[in-house]
């Protein structure tokens, strides 16, 4: 018998270890994010007027997100939600910041490239950053090893946001701490930080890497590249997503040509609904209420897709409610990285992204936004509007770039049912009173750690921010 059991593991012996190296080997990281792109904007997700098949095969080969949310409806909160796992009001970033602020990501915040380097991760951020421009608070003093990119969002500069390309103004290119180009023409950047994204996954085809690619579009102003221009029936808008797609499938193809594919989990999703107040140089929300700078869900749940060939099943859907601040604890859990020191908001959806479990891992999820309002909450599948006032952005939609006019809306103590009104249409508040009851208190412990000024109460759990000087360049050009 013991002789029998010796030829056994002699035999398999070697294919049993190559399948624990197999199991035990670190996935590389990939997550793109879209700047301003809706719930209806990926074929996957019911887009009209142009087509994403290589950002569709990632559900096709993997995972399709229908509940997928960001901690706030705007740039910067929702960028700091995703790179510290935190709720952005826990750290002190809130809205949009602009190059006339003092304010960025804390050093002493935890981010996820930090977690992946512990790990003995290359990591590289290409793209749109937009968590403070001084030389503090850029990636590569917050653990990305390379960076080329814009510091904030592309429709702005020293001296305020302009959204006509016509009039636009000079946007810094950085590259790791230091301004190589001032922009005029945004046309090739998107080509740019693709092809630097694959120069990076070829140079470390050979160990782990984290790769961010951040796109300034579809944000306004809209560019595409030549070879993109004219592609689409809808218009300038369905050209930049076609060039989006084209990109996407650059990374795709350069994870097969290394022979990656099978080890690397690819995240692809956006930071916020779109800006529908450009009209048809915005993006849609499909059945989805509300957009960009809105908690209902047009402004707050993204189209999201994730594909891990090795571990995740093809073409499934996870309807399970999820947000941005759960990738990082995820992700440390599938590296093997501990945890930040200081307390974050999110927690492992391994779980449910893996199809083990259906349950969500939170009990709710809190969106606020504005001057640190608690605007909105979900739990399971209940959306609880609190009483606050909400821009309304289509009142008068514009047009080709120019931007139509600002409505606001009000709205009382509201509960819908996102099962069956995913459109937050039909108000249930009066025939649930047990479900109100307990998304209060729920609501009051949160304010209680974040605070909410809609109802006057301070947070006892909010770190500050980083701060740092206005930078000579732009005072220099505030001067002029």
């Not at 929702?78 to 602009?98: D, E, Q, V």
């Not at 608070?137 to 969002?153: A, I, K, M």
């Not at 009104?421 to 508040?429: T, V």
Request: proline share 7%; charged share 20%; net charge neutral.
């Amino acid at each position: 018998m013991k002789l029998a059991l010796i030829r056994m593991f002699a035999t398999f012996g070697l294919l049993g270890l190559g399948q624990l190296c197999q199991a035990e080997k670190k996935p590389n990281i990939v997550v793109i994010l879209c700047d301003d792109m809706g719930y209806g904007d990926l074929g996957c997700f019911g887009a009209k007027g142009w087509q994403t098949p290589h950002i569709d095969s990632i559900a096709k080969n993997g995972v399709k997100l229908t509940d997928f949310y960001v901690a706030q409806p705007v740039c910067s909160a929702s960028r700091a939600a995703l790179i510290t796992g935190c709720y952005p009001n826990r750290i002190g970033i809130h809205g949009a910041l602009f190059p006339h602020h003092e304010v960025g990501l804390n050093p002493s915040e935890t981010t996820l490239a930090e977690l992946c380097k512990s790990s003995g991760y290359a990591t590289a951020m290409y793209g749109k950053w937009h968590l403070g421009y001084q030389k503090k608070f850029l990636p590569v003093n917050h653990g990305f090893d390379d960076y080329l990119g814009l510091p904030y969002s592309n429709d702005m500069w020293p001296h305020g946001p302009v959204h006509f390309s016509n009039a636009y103004p000079e946007l810094p290119l950085i590259e790791d701490d230091e301004i190589v180009l001032r922009l005029r023409d945004q046309t090739d950047v998107t080509t740019w930080i693709t092809e630097r994204s694959v120069n990076f996954i070829e140079q470390h085809a050979k160990s782990p890497f984290f790769l961010y690619l951040a796109h300034p579009q579809p944000h306004v102003p809209l560019y595409i590249s030549k070879k993109h221009r004219g592609t689409s029936a809808q218009g300038m808008y369905g050209d930049v997503m076609h060039e989006i797609d084209w990109s996407t499938g650059r990374i795709l193809e350069a994870l097969e040509k290394s022979g990656l594919t099978n080890d690397t989990l690819v995240i692809f999703t956006s930071d916020n609904g779109p800006w529908m107040v450009y009209g048809n140089h915005a993006g849609g929300v499909g059945p989805l209420r509300g957009t960009k700078g809105t908690c209902w869900d047009g402004g707050v749940r993204v189209p999201c897709v994730i594909q891990w060939p090795a571990k995740l099943k093809a073409g499934s859907i996870v309807s399970t409610p999820l947000m941005t601040i759960d990738l990082l604890p995820t992700i440390a859990k599938l590296i093997g990285a501990e945890l930040p020191v200081k307390k974050i908001d999110g927690r492992d959806a391994w779980p449910v992204l893996s199809g083990a479990q259906s349950e969500p891992i939170h009990e709710a999820y809190f969106f606020y936004y504005g001057k640190n309002e608690l605007q909105a909450m979900r739990m399971g599948k209940w959306k609880l509007q609190f009483p606050h006032r909400w821009r309304d952005e289509l009142v008068a939609p514009g047009k080709d770039g120019h931007p139509g006019k600002y409505g606001s809306g009000t709205t009382g103590l509201a509960l819908y049912d996102l099962s069956i009104d995913p459109g937050e249409s039909k108000d249930l508040a009066a025939s649930h009173p047990e479900v109100i009851a307990k998304m209060k208190s729920l609501a009051d412990k949160k304010r209680a750690e974040l605070g909410d000024s809609l109802t006057k109460i301070a947070p006892t759990e909010a770190r500050p921010p980083g701060r740092a000087p206005v930078a000579k360049w732009v005072q220099k050009k505030n001067a002029k």
